[in-house]
């Protein structure tokens, strides 16, 4: 559309310059609000009525002046299209004081740095209670992509699906902004990392319907692949779906987060939910819940002052009760690996069932994996069923908790408890823990000596320390220092207590034992590798997948590098690795019985792998024999130890198939070539470290 000369004149005198049209056009309707595109600093009206704005130029401020950016007005919130407010690749912008409704997304920001936003409503934008279980599009109020160094602040997104996503972003501020009252999130992070999300309210992140029990996975707070060394502090997370959700399924775990004095109370699920390891929660609130904190699958977690109290009542929110008779808990580590775990000085009262629940593998019975490493000190474990329940758990170290009123039993061993030690006397609120250090290294050659050292541990007060090591055989040395030979190749824990007679904090070091093999492609050979796709088992007509494959020489296990493989663009098929690309090598497989390699993987598809790995084995005159998994079997997801999601595995392949493995073709005599197989439900990016790759 064409303006009229005056309009164009006074609009290009604040910076907007407006699109060319037909001399015919007539001037812009609220119907049809003109676009205006941002080139220098401007105020707009506040007694106009504005289209959409986008900003075409780095350094300029924008200043509402409370005017309305208005979008769809006649249409459901479901159906609002546009996005009120955008930019791609323009930084340092300041905008302010500016209102926009009826849109698909409020503010949509990408590739950019230094941005501030302040005072802004982005409320009644695209919103849908009624959506049922799944992803539905980032949209909504705010949605940064790729931005940096930027700071959202007192602004307001209500009544919308995501009030706020922050995807590859990072070093971010928000502060003080109202995100509540949504239909799926408050604020979503995804590959979002070291953010500081403080004193915002988040609030109502619910879909649910009357008489409906899970909320549709709606959360308030929803953190995801690789969402890392973040910090939240003192937001209102209260009456969500979950207050905190901290989800795990591509396997793409975020860890290093820092959640401290945030209010999850009322959720009508978990407080806190999280599935990823090496996170930190220190003075929360997570009251009158279905639980307070449900933390299964993450390892190293440390809980230190939590309230977690009144979760499960029948006169509150009590879905999904796992423990006996129907109970519920304030803290509860189930479902999911709880290695090397923490909690201290936590308020566990009042629920309805136990305090604090750690439960190993249930299907195993404890076989898979147990609770392993705990420490268990200084909380109040008050007018629950049980303060303390444990099933299927190793190594628990209880100290100086106050147990008052458990109308069942203070303390619930449910079986397969093992080395469960606690000491009674109450603990002196000044004593401060010690610090533990310990190094050593993080891979061994079997049947090498190695050493780990704690000695450079320290207390405040000077106290003399003690050390508890074990090695997962059952045996616990003592002293500042383990000496050890592991004869077993693969992942191994090593857990460590430093005590100073009062306090006790856990310490720990994950374990890979290697063995020297004849390894082929994945030392110093990145240049020898192709890419194809395939459908199955059929070559794409199309080869859209490209690779980049580099020598690690900083992430690997064996040798001096890794292969590391970067697939982008990735086509959502099958996709070949293969070495040599030239397909001529003379491997003999007479008296060969597998193939073995170390696999680490990061796939940001929320659904992750789709089977596999697959193999094929290249004889002569294109022929091939394939291993794969067994139907009903996908070796991607089902993981030996749950630190694999996000270190190494270590596959070992029988050439001629097994229980696991199938064999489909006639194995040659001679390998020309070998192909590693993956394959996604979606289209990510794919990046894959293979180590170690060897026919034994």
């Not at 201290?344 to 490493?373: E, F, P, T, V």
């Not at 099933?391 to 303390?411: C, L, M, P, S």
């Not at 789709?610 to 993981?639: A, K």
Request: hydrophobic content about 35%; proline content about 3%; glycine content about 10%.
């Amino acid at each position: 559309m064409r303006p009229q000369p005056v309009l164009c004149i006074s609009l290009c005198f604040f910076g907007f310059v407006l699109p060319a049209g037909n001399a015919d056009d007539p001037v812009a309707s609220a119907d049809e609000p003109t676009v205006l595109e941002v080139t220098s600093d401007i105020s707009l009206d506040p007694e106009q009525t504005y289209g959409s704005i986008v900003v075409r130029k780095s350094g300029v401020t924008i200043d509402g002046r409370g005017a309305w950016l208005i979008g769809t007005s006649d249409a459901q919130p479901t159906d609002f299209k546009g996005t009120a407010i955008s930019s791609d690749g323009i930084s340092n912008v300041t905008l302010r004081n500016i209102n926009a409704k009826g849109w698909e997304t409020g503010l949509s920001v990408r590739n950019a740095e230094g941005w501030t936003v302040e005072n802004c409503s982005f409320s009644d934008n695209f919103h849908d209670p009624e959506f049922g279980w799944g992803e539905n599009g980032r949209r909504g109020g705010i949605v940064l992509e790729n931005v940096r160094k930027s700071a959202l602040r007192k602004n307001k997104a209500n009544r919308v699906w995501d009030a706020c996503v922050l995807v590859n972003s990072d070093d971010n501020v928000l502060e003080g902004n109202d995100f509540s009252h949504t239909s799926n999130t408050c604020l979503k992070l995804w590959t979002a990392s070291r953010n500081t999300i403080r004193s915002n309210v988040l609030s109502h992140g619910l879909r649910i319907s009357p008489g409906e029990v899970h909320a549709r996975d709606s959360t308030s707070v929803l953190i995801e692949s690789g969402s890392n060394n973040n910090r939240f502090f003192d937001n209102d997370c209260t009456f969500g779906g979950d207050g905190i959700f901290v989800r795990v399924l591509n396997g793409w775990c975020s860890t290093g987060n820092h959640f401290e004095g945030n209010d999850c109370s009322y959720a009508n699920n978990n407080g806190i939910e999280c599935w990823a390891p090496r996170n930190v929660f220190v003075r929360n609130k997570a009251n009158h819940c279905s639980y307070g904190f449900w933390l299964g699958g993450s390892d190293q977690t440390r809980l230190i002052g939590n309230e977690a109290s009144f979760n499960g009542l029948e006169s509150g929110h009590h879905n999904s009760p796992h423990l006996p008779d129907n109970g519920h808990a304030g803290i509860v580590f189930m479902f999911g690996a709880s290695s090397h775990t923490l909690a201290r000085g936590n308020i566990c009262q009042g629920n309805n069932g136990a305090g604090i629940a750690m439960i190993g593998d249930l299907d195993s019975k404890g076989q898979k994996w147990k609770a392993y490493h705990w420490i268990i000190e200084g909380n109040v474990l008050a007018e629950n069923r049980w303060g303390l329940y444990a099933k299927h758990a190793d190594w628990i170290t209880v100290a100086g908790n106050d147990y008052r009123d458990n109308t069942a039993e203070n303390v619930l061993l449910d079986g397969d408890v093992t080395r469960f030690s606690e000491t009674s006397e109450k603990l002196d609120a000044n004593t401060r823990p010690p610090l533990a250090v310990l190094t050593g290294p993080a891979s061994v050659e079997i049947g090498t000596s190695a050493h780990w050292d704690a000695s450079n541990s320290s207390d405040p007060a000077n106290r003399e320390l003690n050390y508890a090591w074990d090695v997962g055989d059952g045996q616990i040395r003592s002293g500042a220092h383990l000496q050890h030979i592991f004869n077993r190749v693969g992942f191994h824990r090593i857990g460590l207590n430093v005590s100073n007679g009062f306090l006790t904090e856990p310490a720990w070091r994950d374990v890979y034992v290697i063995r020297d093999v004849s390894e082929f492609g994945t030392e110093g050979e990145a240049g020898n590798w192709s890419i194809d796709d395939f459908h199955d088992r059929t070559r794409s007509n199309e080869q859209t997948s490209r690779a980049t494959f580099t020598n690690d020489e900083a992430d690997h296990l064996i040798g001096k590098s890794a292969l590391g493989v970067v697939i982008e663009p990735y086509a959502g098929f099958r996709a070949a690795l293969t070495h040599p690309k030239s397909r001529d090598a003379t491997w003999s497989l007479e008296g060969k019985t597998k193939l073995s390699f170390w696999l680490k993987t990061i796939n940001a598809d929320v659904t992750g792998w789709q089977g596999g790995p697959f193999i094929v084995v290249h004889g002569d005159n294109d022929q091939r024999s394939y291993i794969e998994p067994r139907s009903g079997l996908d070796h991607m997801r089902e993981l030996d130890h749950n630190e694999a999601r996000e270190g190494w595995r270590l596959f070992e392949i029988p050439l001629r198939g097994d229980d696991r493995w199938q064999l489909d073709g006639n194995l040659p005599t001679t390998a020309r070539a070998v192909s590693i197989c993956f394959d996604s439900w979606g289209a990510p990016t794919l990046r894959l470290w293979i180590d170690g790759l060897a026919i034994e």
